[in-house]
């Protein structure tokens, strides 16, 4: 008991003696050409700051300062291997933890039409979806689409008729730069035969607080049964009124889109 | 002290080493120094705190010395415009309710009396007043470029004022020209602007007067969405560009051989409070950057910067005293007040 006592003494007397400005670190960049790739990709850590290392792990958890330091560039060939790295230094408070997902090409995607994005954020052209670029979260960048208005409709033409197992969306989510997920994400797949459109799967999205940041944000939609289909249409609805925890509650949110896999 | 009370006081010491082993570099932990090389620095972020409900800040922009060593803090809160500490921070005296937009303000020695130029981003003027805040001179939208149709068009940011008197602004959040006047506020010329030439900006947030190569004076120009000052004669014509690979750089200041900016953000983490300061040596090489990562030159190249240490959220200016300290003031970072570091010598 006075052990204990005399220890919790300690620590409230000592910690004036070391009051002073705390800081955290900055989270770690992670610099890379895409998520998006065939075959194998480079993965690379800097942190330019003395007396601080990055710790990194593949098993999807908190990095601790027992999961490997990074030293040199990570190779990375399987897809959907997640990268997380945190900063840790003594005179600092451990950085948050940043991280990126790899995804590794699918089926050959002949074309695409979309909804034309704002003039401000056009992409690189029609093919801006299924050109294996993008995974940053730099809006300036030329790999997103930007939208505003409040629907998107995107029609994809597969290489050939195949069995459809998913269909993976990649969203940038910054909700302090009223950027938001679609509220509703909706696939629908082609049946030559009847030469009509049926439900392929959806996906409604709540959200009722705002994340940390700017992250990328992949969704896959799986469908109820069994599809074999050459042609995709997806319709994607932007938020049209932030929620009310937002600063600019009401006012319409923009939707920012890089990629679209299938499956 | 008694026998009874010294082994009480070994004990809590010994008992904080051991159960608290990130305490025992305590020491180290006292010494939190930002920066690198010869720039390094102490932070102290209570500096310039004040009570709130009297003197309140929104913005705090920028911030200059005058001659008798006071420390002048420009915010676009219109309960004071201008707050006057001394270099401890205490508080000396305020004024300006006009300035709505406050953003840009610079100091100059016109004859031995100090005026202040303030841009003005929601007046679309740039305002002479003296230090007790009388207005000496208003400059409107410059018209005479034919380049603006109304006044909404030119929301100036920054001015510099060269020796003999001529006035350089800089139109940073309208159309990034730099328009040139005489002491009297006649226009002489204007040039940059957007494009995509060398010579053209984008977001030209800031405009300095260097005069470090004293036979060579020139004006260094922020292009700040192009993380880049960019060097011109005093007549407007395009020299050369200094790149800062990831650095929204603010305006530059020059003072004794360095070159110092804010970095309001880094270019990898966009709107994410990732702002740090950096020092350029008389080369225009970055030596040191204070909250942010380590300068290195690659065959010439200067390796992206960005943010590493959370000590600022978005800096916006920083200031230089006659002892070297610097003055931080930051953009929409909670109404803090400006923080002041101390040279690590």
């Avoid at chain 1, 600063?247 to 890089?258: L, P, Q, R, T, Y």
């Avoid at chain 2, 500096?47 to 800040?57: A, E, K, Q």
């Avoid at chain 2, 922009?61 to 001394?86: A, C, F, P, W």
């Avoid at chain 2, 270099?87 to 004024?95: A, F, I, P, R, Y």
Wanted: proline residues 4%; charged residues 20%; positive net charge.
């Amino acid at each position: 008991m006075i052990k204990n006592l005399l220890f919790v003494f300690s620590c409230i007397v000592s910690y004036p003696l070391f009051a002073q400005d705390t800081f955290q670190l900055a989270p770690p960049l992670l610099q890379y050409q895409s998520v998006f790739f065939t075959g194998k990709t480079i993965l690379k850590i800097k942190f330019a700051q003395e007396g601080t290392a990055v710790h990194y792990n593949l098993n999807g958890i908190e990095p601790t300062v027992k999961d490997p330091v990074y030293k040199k560039p990570l190779s990375i060939t399987n897809n959907f291997i997640t990268v997380k790295a945190k900063a840790f230094g003594n005179n600092f408070h451990p950085s948050e933890t940043v991280s990126v997902t790899f995804i590794k090409d699918g089926k050959q995607i002949k074309s695409i039409e979309q909804t034309t994005p704002n003039v401000k954020y056009p992409g690189s052209g029609t093919s801006t979806l299924i050109d294996n670029k993008g995974g940053n979260t730099q809006t300036g960048s030329n790999t997103w689409m930007g939208y505003n208005c409040d629907t998107v409709t995107i029609t994809l033409n597969l290489a050939k008729q195949e069995r459809v197992n998913n269909v993976l969306l990649d969203f940038l989510q910054n909700e302090g730069g009223w950027i938001f997920l679609p509220e509703q994400i909706v696939v629908y797949w082609y049946d030559k035969k009847s030469k009509r459109f049926y439900p392929f799967g959806k996906e409604i999205i709540f959200m009722d607080a705002a994340t940390t940041g700017a992250n990328c944000n992949y969704r896959i939609i799986n469908p109820k049964e069994k599809i074999n289909t050459d042609k995709i249409l997806i319709r994607l609805y932007p938020v049209k009124n932030m929620p009310a925890w937002h600063s600019n509650k009401g006012e319409h949110a923009w939707m920012f889109i890089d990629e679209i896999k299938v499956y | 002290m008694n026998r009874r009370k010294f082994i009480q006081q070994s004990a809590i010491v010994t008992t904080g080493l051991a159960c608290m082993p990130s305490l025992l570099s305590a020491k180290e932990r006292d010494e939190i120094i930002l920066g690198h090389n010869n720039k390094r620095y102490r932070i102290d972020t209570k500096w310039g705190t004040l009570d709130f409900n009297r003197y309140p800040v929104k913005d705090c922009h920028e911030m200059v010395q005058d001659s008798k060593g006071r420390i002048i803090l420009l915010t676009n809160e219109i309960k004071n415009n201008v707050i006057i500490y001394d270099k401890k921070g205490k508080l000396l005296t305020t004024w300006g309710s006009d300035y709505p937009g406050a953003h840009g303000l610079t100091i100059f020695n016109e004859n031995g009396a100090e005026v202040l130029f303030i841009c003005d981003n929601n007046r679309h003027q740039v305002i002479k007043t003296d230090l007790q805040g009388k207005v000496l001179l208003t400059l409107d939208y410059p018209k005479e470029t034919r380049e603006y149709n109304k006044a909404e068009e030119y929301i100036p940011t920054e001015t510099s004022i060269a020796p003999n008197g001529d006035i350089y602004v800089a139109d940073g959040y309208g159309k990034d020209f730099i328009i040139q006047y005489d002491s009297k506020g006649n226009y002489i010329r204007h040039w940059g602007g957007r494009g995509t030439e060398e010579k053209h900006l984008k977001n030209a947030h800031g405009v300095c007067y260097d005069n470090r190569d004293k036979n060579n004076p020139v004006l260094i120009i922020t292009s700040r969405e192009q993380n880049a000052f960019k060097r011109y004669t005093l007549e407007g014509k395009y020299i050369d560009t200094i790149a800062l690979p990831g650095a929204w750089v603010c305006r530059p200041v020059i003072r004794g051989e360095y070159l110092y900016a804010a970095v309001l953000q880094s270019q990898s983490r966009l709107w994410q409070q990732s702002g740090f300061v950096t020092i350029l040596d008389k080369d225009n090489k970055v030596v040191s950057n204070i909250g942010g990562s380590t300068p290195a030159y690659n065959n010439n190249q200067l390796d992206e910067m960005y943010q590493t240490v959370k000590a600022f959220q978005y800096p916006h200016d920083v200031c230089i005293d006659d002892e070297e300290n610097l003055y931080v003031a930051q953009w929409n970072s909670g109404h803090v007040y400006p923080y002041k570091l101390t040279p690590v010598v």
